[in-house]
């Protein structure tokens, strides 16, 4: 991704009001850990602060999510810890506490998901999450769009089953 | 915005990822955080502690000690003796970096961090190593560290060397004269002390033997395979046999992967040496320069041996070239003198291909998109330098680069592979292996048909089951 020296030194408080919020939000879905998901954000910035230059305008969220999603990768190996650890059962609730089940559902679909090798989290949290096409996951982890399918479609695989119980 | 087929649980998907951050909000004290932070010296830069531990290891007798810039690719120093310090720092990892004590694979040095260290000064020193995780570092019992190696070496004191320096006020050296190369010990005290570990490399006057099995004739169907598993797990599958075997990395405590502990994290591209002995192989990068490491072909230690990624052996396995984010990178394996060769090709070299004689390398550029076509480029090799050659055509694009066995370049389109995680053990067209979409290893069979066909006798998948 090429950059460009800041005209005027880059401004953090004009990136971070514009970029701050859905890159932690991208961070807490790809971690579940809010603290670290802030750091990763923090981390983020000051990199892109210290390296004297900024992305392509347009560019920036591009450039900071895929250094966030970098450095998501530092910690995987704490999320594997996470990993080994029993997942709640689903539990039979009453009609009531539908709602209550219903996000129960979800909360473990998405620890399924950040259970998943790293590629293919990043790619199911890249698509479902932040919405991008295939072309632009393909960009941010710097992989073909290809391998991008592939991913996706053994994510798919192995969540499939725990979708199909949300239904 | 999707590019695949709808899914009925596409929806629920989304929905599950929408609910776990829908009330994030990032909120003024990060930004004060952030400030403060981006306020503080860049600490990425060389520290001058490091420089002094460089000039306290050169002093004690063990060799010369080449810093290079951050800014240039990795820069090796050639030590007229048989031992030799290197200290490198990664490129494109600015904040990542490694320390690599090299000698003739028997001094192995664990930098210790004080714990009356102030925070901020054992930060930069555990941030200039390229801790995973700096808590550790700066709360570690410096008394369990000592007295686990005294008590590893107590049958043998003398090779046990404590290095205090007053120039390093905040860091101690152990330097462990150990032939028995204890890979547990040396990765436990690592861990001990919260260090990047990497241990020694080899002397690069030292050459390596060079016994091993002879690579296929180039153009030969391969015997032998190297790929990134689905699951992360660097393999290797013998194609007579079908038999897959994992590689794993010496130091991983939890025995569950082969590149998450105490080494790489993240394994892109993968290449076999020409002898078959080691997979080279490279890691992901930020944002978009690797590493590149290799590993012997049974499982050990990663031994950092370029920077970029992509990694191609050359045919006689005397060098690996490598893309980094604007150049290609040609540096000597280890056991071959000399230093690295890099050229300006501009951005993401990805794809890159040796002739069969090795006296040619092609190399794919460009990102390939929002228009920038992909481009491939052609140099020639002549062991010291590489000079831009003409490809015969008025351009050239391409996403592809390969040689058939008769030299001839072989550009591809829309690539016979998807990505770069399968290779033939002999790297030509002929004999490309993938991984396709339901993890079946197929191989490309004839370089101009396009025709993929599964090879006989392999697994039936490579997904794993967790």
Redesign the interface.
Known sequence: MALRPPPGGIDLDSLFREHATPLLRLAVVLTGDRPLAEELVQEAFVRLHRSGSIPLAGTELAYLRRTVINLSHGHHRHLRVVRRQPEPAVTTMPAADVDVVRRDGQRQVAIAVRTLPPRQRDCIVLRFYADLSDAEIADTLGISAGSVKTHLHRARAALADRLEALR | ????TP????E???????????D???GPE??D???T??AKP?R?RLAPWLLAAAAVVALIGVGAVLLRDEDQPVDISEDPTSTSITVEARDGL???LSVLFACDNSITTVVYVDPGASDDDAAAIVERLGA?DREPAVSVDEEAVRARLLDRYADDPSALRVIESNEIPSAILYSIDDPEEDIDVRSAVADMAGVYFITSTDCRDDPEPTEGTDPPPFGQPPTLVALVR???WLVTIDLASGQENELHFVGDP?E??GV??GGP??I?AVDLSPDGRWVYFST?????VGTTYRIPIAGGEPEQVAMGAHPRVSPDGRYVATGGSEAVIITPTPGVGGDPVTVEVG?CARSLAWSPDGTQLAVVTG?G?DGDVPQVQLFGWDGTALTPRDTGKPDNPGSFVSWTADGTLTVSSG?PI????SLSQDRSYEWLLW?????VVRQQAGHESGDRTPVNGLPETL??DW
């Open positions: 915005m999707s590019d695949q899914d009925p649980h596409d629920l998907l989304r929905a599950a990822l929408e609910a776990e951050a829908d994030v909000v990032a990060l930004l955080r952030i400030r932070e981006a860049d990425r600015p904040d990542l995973d689905e699951d992360g939890n569950s992967s998450e502990e994290s993240y892109d992901c990068c930020e944002p978009a951005c990102t998109a690539g998807e990505d770069d995680r991984v396709d979409e339901v993890g997904t794993a």
